[in-house]
């Protein structure tokens, strides 16, 4: 009698402490606020989706927090997930379908370039996942990576050419192809930008500085020649 009486409260105890612990640590509803790591195959938020949305779209006249374009800012997590996103419904959100629209409901506005195909589709796959503020994806790095074809083009098509592409690129440096990517670096421009160097314009231009890791492979690419790998 006595036994069963103790495995009862031990069970009791037990359950107790499972059902603390779920509450301590809650799985955050798609939308929060709250970050969290990014899983290994999931898009990451912090270093694939938000500098895609901060220097496409968080400019000056469109949805920075001073223009604030139809009520849409696009410069940190709270602001993107604000409006026309439905967390888990790509297809149901606005934000992801006027990249896909024409004439005059096509975002970005001309002269701004193009999302590319491989944007859009990230974007459509976040939104899908969740729409999570996934951040510390720091895997998606390796300073031991750093060939222009797959390391360089893809940090720069992320954080640049939201401003350095199209009819009008800023500054007028265009580094949507090798070449205009191989005259900044060989003037030692790309390198004094993205590292905050003094008498450089710092680059991404309103956004955070790139993580050490990412500037140390374009420092390693412009070192070994800036070459066409
Ligand atoms: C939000 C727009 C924007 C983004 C994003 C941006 N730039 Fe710029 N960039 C500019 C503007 C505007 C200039 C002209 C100088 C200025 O106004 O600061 C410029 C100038 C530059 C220069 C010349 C700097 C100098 O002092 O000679 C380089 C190099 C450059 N950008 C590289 C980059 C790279 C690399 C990235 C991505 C990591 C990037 N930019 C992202 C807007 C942007």
Redesign the pocket.
Known sequence: MKKTYHIVTALIIALTIINACKHEIPEPAAGSPTPIPGGANEVCFQNQILPIF??NCA?SGCHDAASQNKGYVFDNYVNIIKKGISPGNATNSDVYKVLFETGSKKMPRPPNPDLTPEQKALIGRWINEGAKNTINCGSLCDTTKFKYSADISV??NT??L???AGIAP??S?N?STYSGVFT?AASG??V???SHAP???P?????AK?SVCQITQIRKWVNSGAPNN
Do not use: E
């Open positions: 901060q220097s400019k940090l720069i954080y640049c939201g401003c350095h800023s500054g440096i580094l900044v421009r790309l004094g930008a993205v008498s450089y314009s680059m991404p231009k309103n956004a790139l």
